[in-house]
């Protein structure tokens, strides 16, 4: 099954077309499970981050703290807290940015047609907060099983470790 066959063929519920320039009017936020007003984000988070979560800002490859991380555990939106990805399905795709071939579960984030700096392509939002992670691209032949490619800000994200022995399955 493919996101995009339902982002790219009819419009998949709850899918926004946002071509145009970002535009942050107050009360002009969906109906999410968190809602904050643009002067609490500003408040709660850094410069950073609310420039990459709030104003889908990107951070420069190869700077973020998670980007090379191996480290077993949960990522968390960095803003609302909502577990969105775990260790088990990010890859090594040397992008610069972590990369992962799924979310942790459906509906966890959503998706947005982002026409945008003249590419075509699809935004990942947190769907808790509507916080911008990053973008999902498919079809580049990494070999996953899903060869999607969730790439995700470092700084969108904060990784819970895993507690306790990793009994995870490794080398498999
Ligand atoms: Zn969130």
């Not at 998670?66 to 990805?85: I, M, S």
């Not at 947005?112 to 392509?121: A, F, N, V």
Request: with cysteine.
């Amino acid at each position: 099954m493919s996101i995009f066959g339902n982002i790219f063929g009819q419009n998949a519920t709850g899918m926004v077309d946002a071509g145009g320039q970002a535009d942050t009017k107050e009360g002009a936020a969906p109906e999410t499970a968190v809602q904050k007003s643009d002067a609490q984000w500003r408040e709660e988070l850094t410069p950073e981050e609310y420039r990459v979560l709030r104003q889908a800002g990107t951070e420069r490859p190869y700077t973020g703290e998670y980007w090379d991380t191996h480290t077993a555990g949960v990522y968390q939106c960095r803003a609302c807290g909502t577990e969105l990805f775990t260790s088990n399905e990010k890859f090594d795709s040397h992008c610069g940015w972590p990369s992962f071939w799924a979310p942790l579960a459906e509906g966890t984030v959503r998706y947005i047609h982002d026409r945008t700096l003249g590419m075509d392509r699809v935004e990942v939002r947190c769907a808790a907060c509507d916080s911008h992670l990053g973008h999902v691209f498919e079809g580049e032949g990494y070999g996953t099983p899903t060869d999607q490619r969730y790439c995700i800000n470092s700084v969108s994200l904060r990784l819970v470790e895993k507690e306790g022995p990793d009994d995870a399955p490794s080398g498999n």
